[in-house]
């Protein structure tokens, strides 16, 4: 209608700043809890790896070995190395596999092939590699699945080689405070060729 008064709304609540300020400080305390719980879940992620990469590094360690006799046997007329030079006849494969397997390596690193074989517990203790003397210079294919090639020692000497026996697990190299028990290698790994460490 013409000339109607305009309409009236009544006076308009006034914006309180501080219940403004009040619901800013709940999402910033919400989004610093996400981020707080992303960086300690990370943190714990990365603390359990550490603690858990030597015992996967040594395990790879025996099981890049097992490859190397493979192929050394392979190159050999199917025979294994003799006892009292198999590290040195081992390395140059050894050399090779840890090469085909850069993606392990750089992930949890690599027995150093020029250095001692063997392992590093998570208190530093080292350990040895030792080659089943009644596998050295036998034909591999002459071997059951099962049968001991590599196994790990109190100490780390060169070339050592001497009859398999089974270690008690205690005084084995610990994992996260517990004694893991000590690393060996059969013949055949895992199931279709997965790696998977095996412990006496």
């Avoid at 690599?110 to 089943?132: L, R, V």
């Avoid at 790990?152 to 028990?181: D, I």
Wanted: one cysteine or more; hydrophobic letters at 35%.
């Amino acid at each position: 209608m013409a000339g109607s008064p305009p309409p009236f709304y009544g006076p308009q609540p006034k914006t309180n700043s501080s219940s403004k300020t009040l619901i800013l400080v709940i999402i910033g305390v919400i989004v610093l809890t996400c981020i707080g719980g992303i960086v300690v879940a990370m943190f714990g992620a990365s603390r359990l790896f550490n603690n858990f990469k030597p015992a996967i590094t040594c395990g790879l360690a025996f099981s890049h070995v097992r490859l190397a006799l493979k192929d050394y046997a392979a190159e050999n007329n199917g025979m294994l190395p003799k006892a009292e030079s198999w590290q040195d006849d081992v390395r140059p494969y050894l050399i090779k596999v840890q090469q085909k397997k850069q993606d392990e390596v750089k992930m949890f690193g690599k027995m150093d092939p020029n250095g001692p074989w063997g392992c590093t517990g998570d208190e530093g203790k080292k350990t040895g590699m030792a080659y089943n003397l009644e596998v050295a210079g036998k034909k591999l294919d002459s071997l059951g699945p099962d049968t001991i090639l590599v196994f790990e020692v109190p100490e780390a000497k060169p070339n050592f080689a001497e009859k398999y026996t089974s270690r008690p697990k205690t005084g084995s190299p610990k994992v996260m405070g517990e004694e893991r028990g000590w690393v060996k290698m059969p013949v055949a790994d895992g199931k279709d060729g997965d790696f998977q460490i095996k412990m006496d």
